[in-house]
């Protein structure tokens, strides 16, 4: 069974850094990319970053482009998602999601609350 | 603003049929990329609903149903239920946006 638990998530003031991290467990890790995806609260869905299996490929949303930094290690099934210069528009809930392009999102944590605030 | 257009509300009756739609451009949806649909129960992640265009995944009940043409798509609910009140994300992909994920804004399914 795919399990992502997320963890990191927290009150940080805006200017701040926070360091998010999704275990995952239940399929081969290093054969996936692996994307965040955020939900401002009574907001939609937005994508945020996805890097690609091996790691050696990132990607971002233009929004977070230059804040945000994903990573993983694939000896530990984890992946990151290290948040700088954090903006109020931040606020919001990051999922962990399996895949990127192609696939569809089948697998989602349950995601971990972030509020910029001051 | 989402690049995928989707209509904000919706509401049916029980036992009603419904439609969301999701209206993208040429250089989404109607650049033939496939279009998801994801189920958002208050309070919980969102679930896959339809992927690529029109299939359901294991579980999904079929009065679910997804159809696409041109540069639209939509998600079709036959007899409505109470538990289907929830929001509804279409997602597709564009090549002219970073990253090229791209999510409806949501539609909240009222029943009635």
């Known amino acids: 069974e795919v399990q992502l638990v997320e963890s990191g998530g927290g009150l940080v003031q805006p200017g701040g850094s926070l360091r998010l991290s999704c275990a995952a467990s239940?399929?081969?890790?290093?054969?996936?990319?692996m994307s965040w995806v955020r939900q401002a609260p009574g907001k939609g869905l937005e994508w945020v970053s996805a890097?690609?299996?091996?790691?050696?490929?990132?990607y971002y949303a233009d929004s977070v482009r230059g804040r945000f930094t994903i990573s993983r290690d694939n000896s530990k099934n984890t992946l990151y998602l290290q948040m700088n210069s954090l903006r109020a528009e931040d606020t919001a809930v990051y999922y962990c999601?399996?895949?990127?392009?192609?696939?569809?999102?089948?697998?989602w944590g349950q995601g971990t609350l972030v509020t910029v605030s001051s | 603003q989402s690049v995928l257009t989707q209509p904000p509300s919706v509401s049916g009756a029980p036992g009603q049929r419904v439609t969301i739609s999701c209206t993208g451009s040429?250089?989404?949806?109607?650049?033939?990329?496939?279009v998801h649909w994801y189920q958002q129960l208050p309070g919980t992640s969102p679930k896959l609903l339809i992927y690529?265009?029109?299939n359901r995944p294991s579980g999904v009940p079929d009065r679910f149903s997804g159809s696409k043409s041109g540069t639209s798509a939509s998600l079709a609910i036959t007899g409505l239920q109470a538990e289907d009140e929830a929001d509804y994300y279409c997602?597709?992909?564009?090549?002219?946006?970073?990253?090229?994920?791209?999510f409806g804004g949501g539609t909240k399914l009222t029943v009635l």
């Open positions: 999601v399996k895949d990127f392009r192609g696939p569809p999102f089948e697998y």
């Open positions: 239940g399929f081969t890790f290093s054969s996936f990319a």
């Open positions: 890097v690609r299996g091996p790691g050696d490929g990132t």
């Open positions: 040429s250089s989404n949806i109607g650049a033939d990329y496939d």
């Open positions: 690529a265009n029109t």
């Open positions: 997602q597709s992909y564009d090549s002219s946006v970073s990253g090229s994920v791209v």
